[in-house]
Each structure stands twice: as structure tokens, then as C-alpha cells.
């Protein structure tokens, strides 16, 4: 069974950058697509950014595009997430997630999520 572990959270400055990573480990991993969600204090799950595992296309909140970049190493069953010019809105903690059945709609893998923080 394949479990996505999630990595790079942390506490930063307003301007700050981070790296999130979530590795897939387990059988032979290849799903269709890869996200990161995140969740605020207080609010819902909103997607942050998806990419296309075989094709690397990617796709962005408006809330994040220009400042965070989704990137892939297939050979590493890992997908990275820089996070530039924090802000404190972005405080939250940080999901991966895949989706591994073209047949079923949505994400099917979840990871434990990433606490990230950003101070004023």
C-alpha cells in the first residue's frame, strides 16, 4: 500500500521561503496526478497546486501563482513544493495527495499533512 510522507514544514518570516516534500513509498507508485492542499485554522481544505505526473504540467491557486512552484522527480516518487514570499495567509498545514485511479474522480492518497507557519 503506498503512503505519502510529507516533509520540509516549518516556522518562517513573513518574505520567507520553505520546501515541502512528499515521497510516495510503498508498491510501484504511479499515479495520474499530485496535489498539495492546505488547511487554515478555522477554515476548509483548499487547493494549493496540482501536477501531471507523466506530463509535468502544472496548475496554481491564483493565491500562490508566482511564488510557489510544484516540481516532480519520478525516479524519487517525489514531488516538491517551493513556497516563495511567504505570507502570513499562508500559514497552514500542507497536504499531499495523489490520485491514483484515472476511473474514480478526486485524490485517493493522503499524506499527514505539514504544519507550516509564517510570522508577521
Known amino acids: 500500500q503506498v503512503q505519502l510522507v510529507e516533509s520540509g514544514g516549518g516556522l518562517v518570516q513573513t518574505g520567507g521561503s520553505l520546501r515541502l516534500s512528499c515521497t510516495a513509498s510503498g508498491r510501484t507508485f504511479s499515479p495520474y496526478v499530485m496535489a498539495w492542499f492546505r488547511r487554515a485554522p478555522g477554515k476548509g481544505r483548499d487547493f494549493v497546486a496540482q501536477i501531471n505526473w507523466s506530463g509535468g504540467s502544472t496548475d496554481y491557486a491564483v493565491s500562490v501563482k508566482g511564488r510557489f512552484t510544484l516540481s516532480r522527480d519520478s525516479a524519487k516518487n517525489t514531488v516538491y513544493l517551493q513556497m516563495n514570499s511567504l505570507k502570513p495567509e499562508d500559514t497552514a498545514v500542507y497536504y499531499c495527495?495523489?490520485?491514483?485511479?484515472?476511473?474514480?474522480?478526486?485524490?485517493?492518497?493522503w499524506g499527514q499533512g505539514t504544519q507550516v507557519t509564517v510570522s508577521s
Open positions: 495527495a495523489a490520485r491514483t485511479r484515472i476511473t474514480v474522480p478526486g485524490y485517493d492518497i
